[in-house]
């Protein structure tokens, strides 16, 4: 059974030129800078014992099946089958995979999991435009050796100009980029192919007996070199996560017939430059190019590394976004840039902390050469994040044997966890950047969804269920008072505490009620017949459910409107909406502990309130506080 969306194109759609610029331009940014450092990085570690040619051979060869393996075989030819609705990237495969989950526990080993891999993902985030912007910067000292002490600085004054530019939306730069980056593959391609032109020997490599020639010569020296092998197949996840965007025809034909060919010659091209000429090792990339023309490459590699930047930079937004819409993340501050773009975000807090990540990092390495090993793992993690993920829906939703998932993503997995271990080996030579940065991540997600649930449970707890209430109200005499009045609830079955408050000290109801609450879908968006669930509790006193997506922004008033369709009267500027603004405190007997309550504590204060977040009209807000002890 597939789990396409109902507008999902199909496999003999007409491609169109903008599609193909456009996937080129957002997501092939990332795996499309990798030969800026990869293959030099991966033999690295051989120039101290004197480099070989078979070394070269062994190194390419891994390079291209990593290549055909992992992109080629893995994402583009499987996991992008695994779409939600349309919609690509881990947590959108956690949320298919929970679906299709047949208990509770393996619910929530898969919930830990796809957390596990958002962390990574975040952390990935952070080291990408560090280790993009430092490589393509870095090509200054190979036009010229004066320029060595400019490069961190300028690369810094990049990187701090690209974050500052994200409030104003990447609508009218983005279309520059599908072009930049066409060219930049086109160029890359050509740079490789006049080498191979020269040594078309270096072709022997496609051969996997040289890679394999390579393991059994080096052993462990070989397992470290798969660290920075897998720095080529870096955006490898982007594949997926940007499907909703482009859908999966164009980009598995920008990959299979453009981008994949461009980077093998670039690659091979190095590595014929390398044989030719071993002082070339220093830089392959750059050297492959002209002396005239390795300042204009220096240009074209900023520009294309500012665009993987970009790439990652707004996938964080959504993926902070995804993790807001699932109960992850407290409220954020979301500001949508464009007018016609629902997709296309600004999260200042989410931008801060990049921001200073990325500036630290670059502080802390200087050189895209020590960055290599963190990045390796965020990468491979998060590979095997989704590998773990695709096995259950495989297996559930598609309903392949278990011989059968177990030969395919076993095969796969046994590939990520190579290249994961690998990584791991150079835990201490920056390696544990990401994963610090996962753990912290993953102790956010797990304190606030273990609070929200803990607040939930209290409120329960003391709050009086309202069938018992609605049963009580006609002979409770309480006046009825024209308009509409809107309380936010996260439990229809409940009273909230706003109207109790209300009641408590103006003694009147509203002649028409609302009781609301927002629920977050496991799917991308939701369809517009199912925004609003409505119930009739009793004359005039009405339960809403607002449906949303894990991609969608909540915005209740305009929710309120669709009522209008179900015959349901919502006069905008005769509503009030009632809110419960929560105040927590530390309780006697603390049900979080020590770092995790004071955590939670801090992110509930600094929680985007409920009237920002939802959408609601600031002068139409009436705020009750509620004290909660946890």
């Known amino acids: 059974m597939n789990v396409l969306s109902p507008t999902h194109k199909g496999p003999h759609e007409r491609l169109r030129l903008g599609a193909l610029l456009g996937v080129l331009g957002v997501v092939y940014g990332d795996i499309g800078t990798s030969p800026l450092y990869a293959l030099q990085a991966s033999l690295a570690y051989f120039t101290k014992t004197g480099l070989r040619y078979d070394d070269i051979f062994g190194v390419l060869s891994l390079i291209f099946w990593a290549l055909i393996i992992t992109v080629t075989l893995k994402y583009v030819t499987f996991v992008m089958r695994a779409d939600n609705h349309g919609e690509g990237g881990i947590l959108a495969l956690m949320a298919l995979a929970q679906r299709v989950a047949r208990s509770d526990s393996t619910r929530a080993t898969l919930g830990i999991v796809g957390i596990i891999g958002a962390g990574l993902f975040f952390g990935d985030g952070m080291i990408t435009p560090a280790i993009s912007v430092l490589s393509a910067v870095a090509g200054l000292e190979v036009v010229s050796p004066a320029f060595s002490s400019a490069v961190d600085p300028i690369a810094l004054v990049v990187i701090i100009a690209l974050f500052l530019s994200q409030s104003r939306g990447t609508g009218s730069i983005g279309r520059a980029f599908g072009p930049i980056m066409t060219v930049w593959f086109l160029v890359i391609g050509i740079l490789g192919l006049l080498q191979i032109i020269r040594h078309p020997f270096v072709l022997q490599a496609l051969f996997p007996a040289y890679g394999l020639h390579f393991i059994i010569r080096h052993a462990f020296l070989a397992f470290i070199a798969l660290g920075a092998v897998v720095l080529?197949?870096?955006?490898?996840?982007?594949?997926?996560?940007d499907m909703s965007h482009f859908g999966r025809r164009p980009i598995r034909v920008a990959w299979t017939w453009f981008v994949l060919p461009c980077l093998l010659l670039n690659y091979f091209g190095q590595g014929a430059l390398i044989v030719a000429k071993p002082s070339a090792i220093s830089n392959p990339f750059y050297n492959l190019a002209p002396h005239a023309m390795q300042l204009p490459l220096v240009v074209l590699s900023t520009l294309a590394t500012i665009i993987a930047s970009q790439a990652v930079i707004t996938g964080a937004f959504s993926m902070a976004r995804q993790c807001i819409q699932l109960g992850l993340f407290p409220r954020m501050e979301v500001r949508h840039t464009s007018k016609t773009e629902e997709g296309q975000i600004y999260v200042p807090q989410v931008n801060a902390l990049l921001a200073?990540?990325?500036?630290?990092?670059?502080?802390?390495?200087?050189?895209?050469?020590?960055?290599?090993?963190?990045?390796?793992?965020?990468v491979t993690g998060t590979f095997l994040c989704t590998n773990i993920l695709a096995m259950a829906v495989f297996r559930r939703q598609f309903g392949w044997s278990r011989g059968t998932t177990l030969t395919v993503f076993g095969f796969f997995g046994f590939v990520d966890l190579a290249f994961f271990t690998s990584n791991t080996l150079k835990f201490f030579d920056g390696g544990w950047v990401p994963l610090a940065i996962g753990l912290m991540l993953v102790l956010v997600m797990t304190t606030w969804r273990r609070g929200r649930g803990l607040i939930v449970a209290r409120w329960t707890q003391d709050s009086l269920p309202l069938a018992s209430f609605l049963a009580r109200l006609p002979q409770s005499r309480i006046l009825r008072v024209p308009g509409t009045a809107v309380f936010l609830t996260g439990n229809l079955d409940f009273v909230p505490n706003a109207l109790l408050h209300n009641l408590k000290h103006n003694k009147v109801l509203h002649e028409q009620v609302f009781f609301v609450t927002v629920r977050n879908l496991d799917v991308p968006q939701a369809a517009p017949d199912q925004r609003a669930n409505v119930e009739e509790a009793a004359p005039g006193i009405y339960k809403i459910t607002l449906n949303y997506g894990f991609m969608e922004s909540p915005n209740v008033p305009r929710g309120l409107e669709s009522l209008t369709t179900k015959g349901i009267e919502f006069k905008?500027?005769?509503?009030?909406?009632?809110?419960?603004?929560e105040t927590v405190v530390p309780a006697s007997v603390p049900k979080l502990r020590f770092i995790r309550r004071a955590l939670f504590l801090f992110m509930a204060r600094n929680a985007v309130s409920a009237t920002e977040f939802f959408r609601i009209p600031s002068d139409r807000v009436v705020e009750l506080g509620v004290r909660i002890a946890i």
């Open 572 to 581: 905008p500027m005769q509503t009030s909406y009632f809110l419960g603004r």
């Open 232 to 241: 080529a197949v870096t955006g490898a996840e982007a594949l997926y996560a």
């Open 356 to 378: 200073l990540g990325v500036v630290l990092l670059v502080l802390a390495f200087k050189t895209s050469d020590a960055l290599a090993w963190a990045y390796g793992i965020a």
